[in-house]
């Protein structure tokens, strides 16, 4: 199975900073990455696909980037709104495993 | 407008049984692979398993921790996920959620990005 080791797994960060989360598989794939949003008591919401790609509808100061073993999911400029959990997923083969998520709170 | 709509969790006993069922609508659900997802109380996301489309023969995959005790099924004329769990151990307690997976026709663009609100599943004696 791959793992995939995501960090820091928590956080505190003041709005407006640059954020950046890792996330590190235990072997190649490719860029069949996601990246989660989870707030409490919430549906998880995707962000990225394909390790680069923007969800359609969510905000620009959200990135991601990587390919291989290393990915990184970046918020440009912390808002409000981005206090949460987040997970990266991947889907290069099965089982499909997920980070163990970073939790983003307000410093 | 994109829908899925998880019913049937509820409370049982360890060594019990319980179908879970997500119902699709607002989009070709016969195209899509379609995922299980869980979330124990506190705890991260869980890939429970997947269901592959008919032109895939339905081949289903599973995690470890699932595997020879948890079913999943679709019934793709009443647009329908099915998750039967049996042998339910206190470990299986979650909120269990369906998501549209994956069309092999159209590429990643849609991949997991559409989720229900999820049903909970409590195992407990």
């Known amino acids: 199975d791959i793992q995939m080791t995501q960090s820091p797994s928590a956080m505190s960060a003041s709005v407006g900073d640059r954020v950046t989360i890792t996330c590190r598989a235990s072997q190649g794939i490719s860029n069949y990455l996601v990246w989660f949003q989870q707030k409490p008591g919430k549906v998880p919401k995707r962000l990225i696909y394909a390790s680069s790609s923007l969800q359609s509808g969510v905000p620009s100061r959200f990135s991601g980037s990587g390919s291989g073993t290393e990915f990184t999911l970046t918020i440009s400029s912390l808002q409000p709104e981005d206090f949460a959990t987040y997970y990266c997923?991947?889907?290069?083969?099965?089982?499909?495993?997920f980070g163990g998520g970073t939790k983003v709170e307000i410093k | 407008e994109v829908q899925l709509v998880e019913s049937g969790g509820g409370l049982v006993q360890p060594g019990g049984s319980l179908r879970l069922s997500c119902a699709a609508s607002g989009f070709t659900f016969s195209d899509h692979y379609m995922d299980w997802v869980r979330q124990a109380p506190g705890k991260g996301l869980e890939w429970v398993g997947r269901?592959?489309?008919?032109?895939?023969?339905?081949?289903?995959e599973y995690a470890a921790s699932v595997k020879g005790r948890f079913t999943i099924s679709r019934d793709d004329s009443k647009n329908s996920l099915y998750l039967q769990m049996n042998s339910l151990k206190t470990e299986d307690t979650a909120v269990y959620y369906c998501?549209?997976?994956?069309?092999?026709?159209?590429?990643?663009?849609?991949?997991?990005?559409?989720w229900g609100k999820g049903t909970t599943v409590t195992v407990s004696s």
């Open positions: 269901s592959k489309n008919r032109a895939n023969s339905y081949t289903t």
């Open positions: 997923l991947q889907h290069n083969s099965y089982p499909l495993t």
């Open positions: 998501a549209r997976a994956y069309d092999p026709t159209t590429g990643y663009s849609y991949y997991m990005d559409v």
